[in-house]
Each structure stands twice: as C-alpha cells, then as structure tokens.
C-alpha cells in the first residue's frame, strides 16, 4: 500500500498539529478519521459540509437516553 502524503515530513508534523489540535477541541475524532476528513478536504469537499455530516451521524447514533420517554408519575 502506497504510504500517504499525511505520514511524510512536513505533511505528518501538520497532520500531528491538526490532531492535538483537534484533541485539545475535544471533537472526538480519532487518527484514521481525522485522516479521511482531510484526504477529502484536499480533494475539495467543503469543510462545513464534512462537519454538518459528522454531527448528523454522531446525532443519529448515540445512545437513546432512558427515562425520558417512559418516565412514571409516582402518586
């Protein structure tokens, strides 16, 4: 497998500050991911569009929180 230009020289020091970056954000986004993000980034898709993604599928797949919907009245 070819190596990425994310792991070569200045490319993988930039990559490394986008991810502390990120971690210090606390956006959740691990290595691979972040990688994926901005492959596509690279490739032209819009940031803001890439993010509103991100948040619609972490939205969609969180746990459902118990309680609210079957909450009981006590009498």
Same mark, same amino acid.
């Given at each position: 497998?070819?190596?990425? $230009? *994310? $792991?070569d020289g200045p490319m993988k020091? #930039?990559?490394d500050a986008a991810f502390e970056l990120s971690? *210090? *954000?606390?956006?959740g986004l691990d290595r691979d991911t972040l990688r994926i993000l901005m492959k596509l980034c690279e490739q032209g898709v819009n940031? $803001? #569009? *890439? #993010?509103s993604i991100v948040k619609e599928l972490r939205s969609?797949?969180?746990?459902? $929180?118990?309680?609210?919907?079957?909450r009981r009245e006590s009498t």
């Open positions: 497998m070819p190596r990425s $230009e *994310l $792991e020091e #930039a990559f971690s *210090l *954000l606390d956006t940031p $803001e #569009a *890439l #993010a969609q797949y969180q746990p459902k $929180e118990k309680g609210n919907s079957s």
